[in-house]
């Protein structure tokens, strides 16, 4: 199925396990989308499962899993990739049959080898992961437009059933996102650049930042428009998931951060050495690339992001 | 002078070398404070001044410095800041009696250095730094809000007429801007940590994942929403004016990212380690930073810096 054609028959009993931003999101977008008759919602906090009712975007809600995915015929984990384990073990008994498990993941390969081994030969199992998000966290930061035209990857392992595959995808494209299809190692590989090394050195120098001596935070958080503000951005995402994600992507995250060190040391020698030719070459070739990305509809070509000045008087 | 005073005596004709996105910003918002009567706009180049003319931000346009300051009371650079010396030479003799000469570098040691010595001793000298900017360059991407509420530090010499300096700062006040003084050198590593750096690793991500080879480049752009396009955005800034930039705060520069690069290296060792402890310590400190730059008005508080979500159909 492309894009565009009717939607295929949607799921009946959508259970979404974890209710933060990209849960509650999704069940948001797929009652608007009408993907899912039925969204039950599943969370072992009682605050979350408190603001889910009080919002009203599920059909249902239990802080227990092994009941809430009775009956389901799609079943999406949405909680740190750490916390997959334990609730695969504690719902593979109660899955219905025939059920297809996903999950929003933004590492593929620990979620293959933590939740596989739990499923039922007849369970269908085909990860996913939307490249999308925002820095807040929590029922009340979702939104039903979050996956519009951003991409979503799934990494179905060797064997899955290609009709379970299908369904997911469309599922996806329901909420309107446009879907990719790769192994979990290159998933793992091209997120390690794209999302996961970006964060860290964001968390980074947010941090360096925060302990000068010379510089106090005061003056740091005052001249943040000079670019540093842009930092704090992905530096205020989820602790929790982003622990997660170094945790268990760590090979391609140390290797991708080993090629950022390397291009950092030959900057820093042409810094110390005066080579302004160096510098003058980079900095042309990486405009180019912001461009690609705007005309690629990932990115606004609003300057400073959009962010709107305020009005001179 | 604080804020919120009316205006002192606006200057009578200000003289812009250099229309890019600053020096035509200044024009617009000059004009619209009534912060100038006359605004003279000097360029070198015969296509930014046939779009200056075309966009009728000045009361007067010429390719000639040195007739261009005559009678000027304020004389504004707002070139890359290694062309500061060779216009201050060519100004010089032309310069009215009494005249204040500023400019807008985002390194103030060096313009110290460089224009200081040019000036008579009839000249004042007040050196500025508006902390403000979008990645656009040249005069159809400057306009008249760019400054309002962003903060303008101004680093007068010792010895600067404290009459100057307060005409200077009522300037930058009728354009919008909040206003701080203090030493070159001071300026230089507070603008190291919050603007050069985080620039330099911007510009240095860009180029890593531009040079992968199991990562294409379609796949960067595809996926980018994960974290690296907000990284572009700077990284697109004008390559002449950041070449100088870390040229002239090499120490500064140098001195901050040794820091930066401590820092990682022990969050490197912390994911290698598996130390999970240490990582959801940084990335919940991180959070609050972001939190105080926007209670202190310099960064939005809508997600995604405000991108507007596209509909879900």
């Known amino acids: 199925m492309t894009r565009g054609e009717p939607m295929a028959k949607p799921f009946?009993?959508?259970?979404?396990?974890?209710?933060?931003?990209?849960?509650?999101?999704?069940?948001?977008a797929a009652k608007k989308a009408g993907a899912a008759d039925k969204v039950v919602a599943i969370d072992a906090s009682a605050d979350v499962r408190a603001r889910v009712e009080a919002l009203g975007i599920a059909d249902e809600v239990t802080g227990d899993v092994a009941s809430g995915v009775l009956n389901a015929d799609f079943i999406i984990l949405c909680v740190p990739v750490m916390a997959n384990a334990a609730i695969a073990a504690a719902m593979a008994p109660n899955l219905a049959r025939g059920a297809i498990v996903s999950d929003v993941g933004s590492?593929?390969?620990?979620?293959?080898?933590?939740?596989g081994p739990?499923?039922?030969?007849?369970?269908?199992?085909v990860p996913a992961h939307p490249?999308?998000?925002?820095?807040?966290?929590?029922?009340?930061?979702?939104?039903?437009?979050?996956?519009?035209?951003?991409?979503?990857?799934?990494?179905?392992?060797?064997?899955?059933?290609?009709?379970?595959?299908?369904?997911?995808?469309?599922?996806?494209e329901a909420i309107g996102a446009n879907v990719e299809v790769m192994?979990?190692?290159?998933?793992?590989?091209?997120?390690?650049?794209?999302?996961?090394?970006?964060?860290?050195?964001?968390?980074?120098?947010?941090?360096?930042?925060?302990?000068?001596?010379?510089?106090?935070?005061?003056?740091?958080?005052?001249?943040?428009?000079?670019?540093?503000?842009?930092?704090?951005?992905?530096?205020?995402?989820?602790?929790?998931m982003w622990r997660d994600v170094f945790l268990t992507?760590?090979?391609a995250v140390l290797e991708m951060l080993g090629r950022f060190n390397e291009d950092l040391a030959?900057?820093?020698?042409?810094?110390?050495?005066?080579?302004?030719?160096?510098?003058?070459?980079?900095?042309?070739?990486?405009?180019?690339?912001?461009?690609s990305i705007i005309d690629m509809g990932q990115e606004t070509a609003a300057p400073n992001f959009g962010r709107t000045p305020e009005p001179l008087k």
């Open 249 to 251: 992507n760590k090979e």
């Open 131 to 172: 490249v999308a998000g925002t820095e807040h966290s929590g029922p009340d930061a979702g939104f039903a437009e979050l996956f519009v035209n951003r991409w979503a990857i799934l990494t179905p392992p060797e064997g899955t059933d290609e009709a379970a595959t299908q369904r997911v995808r469309s599922f996806w």
């Open 118 to 125: 739990h499923l039922r030969p007849d369970i269908h199992f």
């Open 183 to 240: 192994t979990p190692e290159h998933h793992d590989l091209v997120l390690a650049i794209t999302s996961h090394v970006p964060h860290l050195i964001a968390y980074n120098i947010v941090g360096t930042a925060a302990d000068m001596e010379e510089v106090t935070q005061g003056e740091v958080i005052k001249f943040s428009a000079g670019g540093f503000r842009d930092f704090t951005r992905i530096a205020a995402s989820d602790p929790t």
């Open 12 to 28: 009946s009993r959508l259970a979404i396990v974890g209710l933060g931003l990209i849960g509650s999101s999704l069940a948001r």
């Open 266 to 291: 030959a900057l820093q020698r042409a810094i110390r050495w005066g080579d302004g030719e160096a510098l003058f070459n980079l900095f042309t070739r990486t405009r180019a690339i912001r461009r």
């Open 107 to 115: 590492v593929k390969g620990c979620v293959v080898k933590d939740v």
